[in-house]
Nanobody, 123 residues
Framework: QVQLVETGGGLVQAGGSLRLSCAASGRTFSTGTMGWFRQAPGKEREFVAAISWSGGIYYPDFTKGRFTISRDNTKNTVYLQMDSLKPEDTAVYYC?????????????????WGQGTRVTVSS
């Protein structure tokens, strides 16, 4: 089993920044991919970013230039730096891990999920 714990959410004004962290523990796998998803009230879970163990990265268009994913394999931790935040970025952000060695955007490809951290962007 892998446990994922997200931290770093909170309330921020539009245009501000937040850095989310996700610490993995338990039976971690060094060759897997980690990703971030988000879910706003009344909406489906949405892919935000993913990073493979070797550093391959994939973003959907709406995050490009604003969000940056990174990972520290020595600490089993993945980060999501979010800049120029908008009110529409308000959501619960989830960290996820998959045994796949390539980046993946589909939630069903991920094996483990954190409990989520709430991000609220005020206008």
């Amino acid at each position: 089993q892998v446990q994922l714990v997200e931290t770093g959410g909170g309330l921020v004004q539009a245009g501000g920044s937040l850095r989310l962290s996700c610490a993995a523990s338990g039976r971690t796998f060094s060759t897997g991919t980690m990703g971030w998803f988000r879910q706003a009230p009344g909406k489906e879970r949405e892919f935000v970013a993913a990073i493979s163990w070797s550093g391959g990265i994939y973003y959907p268009d709406f995050t490009k230039g604003r969000f940056t994913i990174s990972r520290d394999n020595t600490k089993n931790t993945v980060y999501l730096q979010m800049d120029s935040l908008k009110p529409e970025d308000t959501a619960v952000y989830y960290c996820a891990a998959t045994k796949l060695s390539v980046v993946a955007a589909r939630p069903d490809l991920y094996d483990y999920w954190g409990q989520g951290t709430r991000v609220t962007v005020s206008s």
